[in-house]
């Protein structure tokens, strides 16, 4: 191996040659770029090589052994004081470097043949191993580890092919483009999908909805519009949003699939009705349900919708004053299979109309006639009687309907009497539901007509009948099993006997409904046995009675009693409301009663079974109380129906903490000073009035005066 020794002798500049480590001459080519591992290595040669890294380095460890073998440390490569003054070696001293530079040349302080600040009296001698065997010259650099050589790698690699194949250059191995997927060819999901399925989509929107899609697009526009989405148009919830146009255009593209039409208040579509009245009701010919309530369409557009569609089964026409009883006739004549009809409010018709729909209308079981001129026409009732078809009969605020009027509507003419118990042989009334609110002519005579003859009835509407008794109701609440809905407001002459007749009555069983608002006779002596024996209310309207708290506190237990009967814990934690107890109004009822109901919506409950284990209510009660107690009786009902129990706990103790506060400030604090001041101001007048001063006057100045004098 050839060495470098540098030997200080006074030469010119122009004396120093390189020659390289062998006698042949220098290649005229350059070698090819190594690539990969083998530049790698050729690299760290290059740099243990280096003379610019003895000005970086530091010295070397004690315990560092620099001339042993795998030591690759390029810092510590020569001492940091050279023996020979100089410790610049030219990068062309490298044996491995044939010659040619293999200092970077990025490194300014590599020294050359051409930079001035070389040491001229600097003598380079390469030494072959001949010259250099009798000499003990320390190492002059360090060789590289053996897993890092080039010769012994390249050796391990030629003996093992597989390791060589490993270690293949990473540059060296060809691109494989991979293999381009074919595109696939875009699939119109909406476009592809069947109409049928199209439809059942849109079905989930509501109208409203499906006409705002109509603007994503002309195809998403036609959809829209097809007469299959508009089976059942209902615009009581929209009728203030939608425009007369969008109302005609649906009617026209969907009208023979139109089965209901309700345009409930569309008071827009007065103008449209003149306009196109003739091509709407050229294509709505297939209606079933029909209600045009409280809308302003002319007499013939309604006529036209009354001859082109014989299959019509519900009509609403209340409140529409335009109508007579020539609609009633056109009524008579094409639909015969109609089952409700409501002519509510329409001042121009009277039984007369009626009459013929009765006649020709065989299916007939709804009918809805408040205010309805001429219930005092026998003949009217009397077909009514014989067809006995009505379910449900309303006749609110009909003045003209009297004892006499209902006595035909129930026995009919002369009815055989039954000689046991004096009552009419007829058969019995289909009636369901019976609405005879602001029937000021009825008496207790009409109730008992319907005593023993309406077993089937449901419902019973006798609000404002201020004639009625109590001898009146007791014989039709022993004859009416079925009841669920009784509503007697504003009933003066009626006691709490009535109410107690109730809690005996085949009827308390199923009651659910019971309104006695504005009867100032009821209080505690009638509610409290409704409230024990009707198990199954879901509402009591009890405003401005005479009721008190004993009655909500009854409530209270009456609920937390179904719970606990019911055997089963609300694992969601959520209520729901089982009772609707309205009592503003009450004078005697206190913030005490509320405070029970409070208390018992949000009561833990334990099963049986499991006694360790609390469940929530499963019902609660929904109270509608004085304006003052109403905000915080609100908030605890959201919070007891969300399951959030403890915190609807903490507000009614916060409450209740309150209202005590706020009774004992009135009755030691600042209502006693307004008490007394008031009293001083009341002896005052009183003074003056005693002195013969003008009531309401100016008052004269007065002092308590000296107390010594």
Aim: overall charge positive.
């Amino acid at each position: 191996m050839a060495q470098v020794i540098e030997e200080h002798t006074p030469t010119s500049p122009e004396s120093i040659s390189f020659t390289p480590a062998h006698s042949g001459a220098l290649p005229d080519e350059v070698p090819p770029k190594l690539r990969g591992r083998r530049r790698l290595l050729q690299s760290l040669q290059r740099m243990s090589s280096s003379p610019s890294l003895a000005k970086m380095g530091r010295p070397p460890s004690s315990t560092y052994r620099g001339g042993g073998k795998g030591s690759l440390s390029c810092v510590s490569l020569s001492p940091t004081t050279p023996i020979y003054g100089h410790s610049h070696s030219s990068s062309y001293a490298s044996q491995s470097s044939a010659g040619f530079s293999t200092a970077p040349t990025s490194v300014a302080s590599t020294p050359s043949a051409d930079m001035r600040f070389f040491n001229p009296k600097t003598r380079v001698r390469i030494l072959d191993e001949v010259t250099t065997k009798n000499r003990d010259a320390a190492p002059t650099s360090v060789p590289v580890p053996v897993e890092f050589r080039y010769g012994s790698m390249g050796a391990a690699l030629a003996s093992a092919p597989q390791i060589h194949e490993n270690f293949e250059d990473y540059f060296s191995i060809p691109v494989v483009k991979a293999k381009v997927q074919p595109r696939r060819v875009n699939f119109d999901f909406w476009g592809e999908m069947p109409n049928e399925i199209k439809v059942q989509i849109f079905q989930y929107l509501q109208p409203k909805e499906i006409v705002r899609c109509s603007s994503v697009s002309r195809a998403w526009h036609k959809m829209c519009f097809d007469g299959q989405l508009w089976i059942k148009l209902d615009t009581s919830d929209f009728y203030t949003d939608i425009t007369s146009e969008s109302l005609v255009k649906i009617m026209t593209g969907a009208g023979p699939f139109v089965r209901d039409l309700n345009l409930r208040g569309c008071v827009q579509m007065r103008e449209r009705w003149q306009m196109d009245s003739q091509k709407i009701t050229d294509v709505c010919r297939n209606l079933e349900y029909f209600s045009i309530e409280d809308c302003r369409i002319d007499r013939s557009t309604v006529h036209c919708f009354l001859l082109r569609n014989s299959r019509l089964v519900h009509i609403n026409l209340s409140r529409l004053s335009t109508l007579n009883n020539a609609a009633m006739k056109i009524i008579a004549q094409g639909c015969p299979q109609l089952e409700h009809l409501n002519v509510s409010w329409c001042q121009n018709i009277d039984t007369k109309g009626l009459q013929k729909i009765v006649q020709s209308c065989p299916k007939l079981k709804e009918l809805w006639a408040g205010e309805i001129k001429g219930f005092d026409n026998h003949d009217f009732l009397l077909e009514l009687f014989s067809r006995n078809t009505l379910e449900r009969l309303f006749v609110s605020h009909c003045v003209d309907l009297d004892d006499e009027s209902l006595e035909v509507l129930m026995h009919g003419k002369e009815p055989e009497i039954d000689v046991l118990t004096g009552r009419p042989v007829v058969p019995p009334r289909n009636f369901r539901h019976l609405s005879f609110d602001r029937c000021s002519a009825l008496t207790d005579k009409s109730l008992k007509t319907l005593s023993h003859n309406v077993p089937r009835l449901v419902g019973l509407q006798i609000d404002q009948c201020s004639k009625l008794t109590d001898d009146g109701l007791t014989g039709i609440l022993e004859s009416t099993p079925c009841l669920t809905h009784l509503n007697m407001e504003e009933l003066d002459k009626v006691t709490n006997l009535t109410l107690q007749n109730i809690a005996k009555a085949p009827c308390a069983k199923s009651l659910e409904h019971l309104s006695i608002s504005y009867c100032e006779n009821l209080g505690d002596t009638g509610m409290l046995p409704v409230i024990r024996n009707c198990r199954k209310l879901k509402s009591i309207m009890m405003d401005n009675t005479r009721i008190s708290d004993l009655v909500l506190t009854e409530a209270a237990a009456q609920v937390r009693h179904r719970n606990r009967k019911r055997m089963v814990g609300n694992a969601s934690g959520k209520p729901e409301v089982g009772l609707k107890m309205v009592v503003y109004d009450c004078q005697n009822v206190n913030w005490t009663g509320v405070r029970e109901v409070l208390s018992r919506n949000a009561e833990f409950y334990r099963l049986p079974h499991d006694s360790t284990a609390p469940t929530y209510p499963c019902e609660i009660i929904s109270l509608k109380c004085f304006y003052g107690y109403q905000p915080t009786v609100e908030e605890h009902t959201k919070r007891v129906l969300r399951g959030d129990l403890a915190r609807a706990s903490m507000l009614e103790r916060k409450w209740a903490e309150y209202m005590v506060a706020t009774e004992e400030a009135g009755a030691q604090g600042v209502g006693q000073r307004r008490r007394r001041r008031r009293a001083r101001d009341a002896a005052m007048v009183h003074a003056d009035e005693e002195e013969g001063g003008a009531r309401g006057g100016r008052r004269r100045a007065r002092s308590g005066g000296c107390i010594v004098m």
